[in-house]
Protein backbone atom coordinates (compact mmCIF):
# COMPACT_ATOMS: atom_id res chain seq x y z
CA UNK A 1 0.00 0.00 0.00
CA UNK A 2 1.08 3.43 -0.63
CA UNK A 3 -0.28 6.72 0.61
CA UNK A 4 0.80 10.49 0.97
CA UNK A 5 3.46 11.55 3.58
CA UNK A 6 2.33 10.51 6.85
CA UNK A 7 4.18 13.78 9.10
CA UNK A 8 4.24 16.30 6.61
CA UNK A 9 1.92 19.15 7.03
CA UNK A 10 1.67 22.22 4.84
CA UNK A 11 4.82 24.04 5.87
CA UNK A 12 6.73 20.80 5.38
CA UNK A 13 8.74 20.23 2.49
CA UNK A 14 8.24 16.36 2.40
CA UNK A 15 4.59 17.35 1.05
CA UNK A 16 4.03 15.52 -1.82
CA UNK A 17 6.08 12.35 -0.97
CA UNK A 18 4.95 8.78 -0.91
CA UNK A 19 4.38 6.60 2.50
CA UNK A 20 4.59 2.81 1.77
CA UNK A 21 2.85 0.30 4.14
CA UNK A 22 6.51 -0.59 5.88
CA UNK A 23 9.22 1.72 6.39
CA UNK A 24 13.01 2.37 7.99
CA UNK A 25 13.78 5.48 10.12
CA UNK A 26 17.62 5.67 10.83
CA UNK A 27 18.39 8.34 14.11
CA UNK A 28 22.73 7.90 14.05
CA UNK A 29 22.79 9.68 17.11
CA UNK A 30 21.22 7.28 18.97
CA UNK A 31 22.48 4.25 17.06
CA UNK A 32 18.42 3.50 16.53
CA UNK A 33 17.05 1.74 13.40
CA UNK A 34 13.23 1.74 13.26
CA UNK A 35 10.94 -0.17 11.15
CA UNK A 36 7.56 1.12 11.12
CA UNK A 37 4.99 -1.87 9.54
CA UNK A 38 1.72 0.67 9.12
CA UNK A 39 -0.09 -2.06 7.08
CA UNK A 40 -0.94 -5.68 7.96
CA UNK A 41 0.89 -8.15 6.14
CA UNK A 42 -0.54 -9.93 3.09
CA UNK A 43 -2.29 -13.28 4.14
CA UNK A 44 -0.41 -16.15 3.90
CA UNK A 45 2.98 -14.50 4.12
CA UNK A 46 3.49 -13.83 7.89
CA UNK A 47 6.20 -16.63 7.78
CA UNK A 48 8.05 -15.42 4.95
CA UNK A 49 7.96 -11.93 6.30
CA UNK A 50 9.49 -12.35 9.78
CA UNK A 51 11.90 -14.78 8.32
CA UNK A 52 13.16 -12.36 6.18
CA UNK A 53 13.09 -9.60 8.68
CA UNK A 54 15.08 -12.24 10.82
CA UNK A 55 17.73 -12.47 8.54
CA UNK A 56 18.60 -8.90 7.94
CA UNK A 57 18.66 -8.47 12.12
CA UNK A 58 21.42 -11.37 11.93
CA UNK A 59 23.38 -10.07 8.65
CA UNK A 60 23.32 -6.30 10.12
CA UNK A 61 24.51 -7.96 13.35
CA UNK A 62 22.03 -5.84 15.85
CA UNK A 63 22.63 -5.38 19.53
CA UNK A 64 19.25 -5.83 21.02
CA UNK A 65 15.52 -5.72 18.95
CA UNK A 66 12.69 -4.21 20.32
CA UNK A 67 9.19 -5.08 18.56
CA UNK A 68 6.43 -3.09 19.61
CA UNK A 69 2.93 -4.82 19.45
CA UNK A 70 -0.46 -5.26 21.39
CA UNK A 71 -3.26 -8.13 22.76
CA UNK A 72 -6.64 -7.84 22.95
CA UNK A 73 -7.57 -6.00 26.42
CA UNK A 74 -10.48 -8.18 26.98
CA UNK A 75 -8.09 -11.29 26.61
CA UNK A 76 -6.47 -9.83 29.88
CA UNK A 77 -6.09 -12.12 32.89
CA UNK A 78 -7.71 -11.35 36.95
CA UNK A 79 -3.91 -10.45 37.82
CA UNK A 80 -3.91 -8.06 34.85
CA UNK A 81 -6.90 -5.98 35.36
CA UNK A 82 -5.36 -3.51 38.13
CA UNK A 83 -1.81 -3.86 36.78
CA UNK A 84 -0.09 -1.31 34.25
CA UNK A 85 -1.68 -1.93 30.19
CA UNK A 86 1.79 -2.90 29.12
CA UNK A 87 4.50 -6.04 29.87
CA UNK A 88 7.32 -7.47 28.04
CA UNK A 89 8.55 -10.68 26.71
CA UNK A 90 12.67 -11.22 26.45
CA UNK A 91 14.41 -14.02 24.55
CA UNK A 92 16.81 -16.07 26.66
CA UNK A 93 19.59 -14.18 24.57
CA UNK A 94 18.98 -10.51 26.23
CA UNK A 95 21.85 -9.96 29.05
CA UNK A 96 19.82 -11.05 32.18
CA UNK A 97 21.28 -7.41 33.94
CA UNK A 98 18.87 -5.48 31.86
CA UNK A 99 15.87 -7.46 32.49
CA UNK A 100 16.65 -7.11 36.34
CA UNK A 101 16.71 -3.80 35.72
CA UNK A 102 13.31 -3.59 33.84
CA UNK A 103 11.71 -5.23 36.51
CA UNK A 104 13.34 -3.62 39.76
CA UNK A 105 14.20 0.00 38.44
CA UNK A 106 11.05 0.50 36.24
CA UNK A 107 8.66 -1.93 37.65
CA UNK A 108 7.55 -3.32 34.13
CA UNK A 109 5.78 -7.15 34.22
CA UNK A 110 6.76 -9.68 32.44
CA UNK A 111 4.24 -11.47 29.90
CA UNK A 112 2.26 -14.20 31.58
CA UNK A 113 2.16 -18.03 30.01
CA UNK A 114 -1.04 -18.38 28.35
CA UNK A 115 -2.70 -21.38 25.93
CA UNK A 116 -3.81 -20.70 22.74
CA UNK A 117 -7.23 -19.76 23.83
CA UNK A 118 -5.53 -16.87 25.77
CA UNK A 119 -6.14 -18.26 29.29
CA UNK A 120 -3.75 -18.68 32.04
CA UNK A 121 -1.78 -21.89 31.58
CA UNK A 122 1.71 -21.58 33.91
CA UNK A 123 3.01 -24.92 32.43
CA UNK A 124 2.64 -24.03 28.71
CA UNK A 125 5.95 -23.67 27.09
CA UNK A 126 4.89 -21.14 24.37
CA UNK A 127 3.70 -17.72 25.15
CA UNK A 128 0.59 -16.79 23.15
CA UNK A 129 -0.33 -13.40 22.27
CA UNK A 130 -3.86 -12.87 21.67
CA UNK A 131 -4.39 -10.27 18.38
CA UNK A 132 -0.51 -9.34 18.14
CA UNK A 133 0.01 -10.52 15.03
CA UNK A 134 3.59 -11.78 14.11
CA UNK A 135 4.58 -11.08 17.95
CA UNK A 136 4.46 -14.54 19.16
CA UNK A 137 5.97 -16.27 16.35
CA UNK A 138 8.47 -13.75 15.73
CA UNK A 139 9.32 -14.00 19.62
CA UNK A 140 9.39 -17.60 19.23
CA UNK A 141 11.68 -18.40 16.27
CA UNK A 142 14.27 -15.03 17.39
CA UNK A 143 14.43 -17.31 20.95
CA UNK A 144 15.21 -20.15 18.18
CA UNK A 145 17.92 -18.04 16.61
CA UNK A 146 19.54 -16.68 19.66
CA UNK A 147 18.10 -12.82 18.88
CA UNK A 148 17.89 -11.05 21.62
CA UNK A 149 14.52 -9.34 21.37
CA UNK A 150 12.51 -7.60 24.11
CA UNK A 151 8.53 -7.92 22.88
CA UNK A 152 6.71 -4.58 24.47
CA UNK A 153 3.27 -5.60 24.53
CA UNK A 154 -0.20 -2.83 25.31
CA UNK A 155 -3.44 -4.26 26.08
CA UNK A 156 -5.93 -2.25 23.93
CA UNK A 157 -9.57 -2.30 22.78
CA UNK A 158 -11.55 -1.65 19.60
CA UNK A 159 -11.56 2.14 18.63
CA UNK A 160 -9.72 5.32 19.12
CA UNK A 161 -6.13 3.75 19.50
CA UNK A 162 -4.38 7.03 20.14
CA UNK A 163 -3.93 6.70 23.79
CA UNK A 164 -2.56 3.67 23.79
CA UNK A 165 -0.10 4.28 21.22
CA UNK A 166 1.18 6.77 23.35
CA UNK A 167 1.11 4.74 26.14
CA UNK A 168 3.31 1.85 24.76
CA UNK A 169 5.44 4.54 23.43
CA UNK A 170 6.02 6.36 26.66
CA UNK A 171 6.44 2.44 27.79
CA UNK A 172 9.29 2.18 25.93
CA UNK A 173 10.81 5.67 25.95
CA UNK A 174 11.14 5.52 29.91
CA UNK A 175 13.79 2.71 29.42
CA UNK A 176 15.68 4.10 26.45
CA UNK A 177 14.90 8.13 26.73
CA UNK A 178 14.97 8.98 23.28
CA UNK A 179 12.33 11.34 23.84
CA UNK A 180 13.37 14.22 26.79
CA UNK A 181 10.67 15.31 29.36
CA UNK A 182 8.12 12.51 28.43
CA UNK A 183 6.39 12.13 31.59
CA UNK A 184 5.50 8.44 32.86
CA UNK A 185 2.16 9.24 34.68
CA UNK A 186 -1.28 10.71 33.17
CA UNK A 187 -0.25 9.14 30.35
CA UNK A 188 -3.63 9.37 28.18
CA UNK A 189 -4.04 12.90 29.75
CA UNK A 190 -3.64 16.14 26.74
CA UNK A 191 -0.94 17.60 29.36
CA UNK A 192 1.15 14.24 28.35
CA UNK A 193 0.31 13.37 24.74
CA UNK A 194 1.48 17.43 24.25
CA UNK A 195 4.80 16.38 24.27
CA UNK A 196 4.91 13.93 21.39
CA UNK A 197 4.50 14.94 17.75
CA UNK A 198 1.63 12.91 16.28
CA UNK A 199 1.43 12.67 12.52
CA UNK A 200 -0.55 14.48 10.68
CA UNK A 201 -2.38 12.01 9.47
CA UNK A 202 -4.16 11.39 12.97
CA UNK A 203 -6.09 14.55 12.73
CA UNK A 204 -8.77 12.57 10.67
CA UNK A 205 -8.72 9.34 11.99
CA UNK A 206 -12.05 9.04 12.19
CA UNK A 207 -12.70 10.71 8.97
CA UNK A 208 -13.44 14.60 8.47
CA UNK A 209 -16.14 16.37 10.44
CA UNK A 210 -19.62 17.72 9.09
CA UNK A 211 -19.75 20.44 6.10
CA UNK A 212 -20.15 23.75 7.55
CA UNK A 213 -22.98 24.11 4.97
CA UNK A 214 -25.05 21.87 6.66
CA UNK A 215 -25.14 24.17 9.51
Not at 23 to 41: A, D, G, Y
Not at 63 to 92: E, G
Not at 99 to 115: N, T, V
Not at 140 to 166: H, K, Q, W
Request: proline share 6%; charged share 25%; aromatic share 10%.
Amino acid sequence: MVGTEAFADGKDPAKGKLTTGCEIFVSTPHKLIIVQQRSPIINGKARFFQAELRQWIKEKRFKLVVLMSSSFAHKRLDSQINDPLCRFLATSAVDPSLIDELKSELKWSLWERKDVFGEDNPTDDRFVIPGGGIASLFYRECSTDGIPLLVLIAFCSEGDNIPDAVELASFLNSWLKVVPDVRSNSIASKTHQSQWLFPSSWRLLFGSGPPSTLF
